[in-house]
Nanobody
């Protein structure tokens, strides 16, 4: 499975950005319906953390307190595209954002649980 992110950039604090992640290369009967898709971010010197995790199978979601109410993950079924809408951005949201996927109905939140990763897109929030 290949994941390609887009939509990163530079934004002022309080602004919004929407990231996109398009999935392709499904084989052996695997479809996006079998996958949990998530967004992670990694700031310099910090661990990669999950900011939006969403099970396609059962609709389960996870958001850490640091982004709850500001970030929303969604999915466009027919296009195998996932989105991360980020509102009220803060300088501490500055990081490289990654799309990730795993064949599961659960909602894992650890980076070590995911099998497929995009290349990442930089988000920079200026104060």
């Amino acid at each position: 499975v290949r994941l390609v992110e887009s939509g990163g950039g530079l934004v002022q604090a309080g602004g919004s950005l929407r990231l996109s992640c398009t999935a392709s290369g499904f084989t052996s009967g695997l479809t996006s319906a079998h996958l949990t898709f998530s967004w992670f971010r990694q700031a310099p010197g910090k661990e990669r953390e999950g900011v939006s995790c969403m099970s396609t199978a059962n609709g389960g979601t996870y958001y850490p307190d640091s982004v709850k109410g500001r970030f929303t993950g969604s999915r466009h079924d027919s296009a195998d595209t996932m989105y991360l809408q980020m509102n009220s951005l803060k300088p501490e949201d500055t990081a490289v954002y990654y799309c990730a996927a795993k064949e599961t109905i659960l909602v894992p939140t650890s980076r070590y649980d995911y099998d497929y990763w995009g290349q990442g897109t930089q988000v920079t929030v200026s104060s």
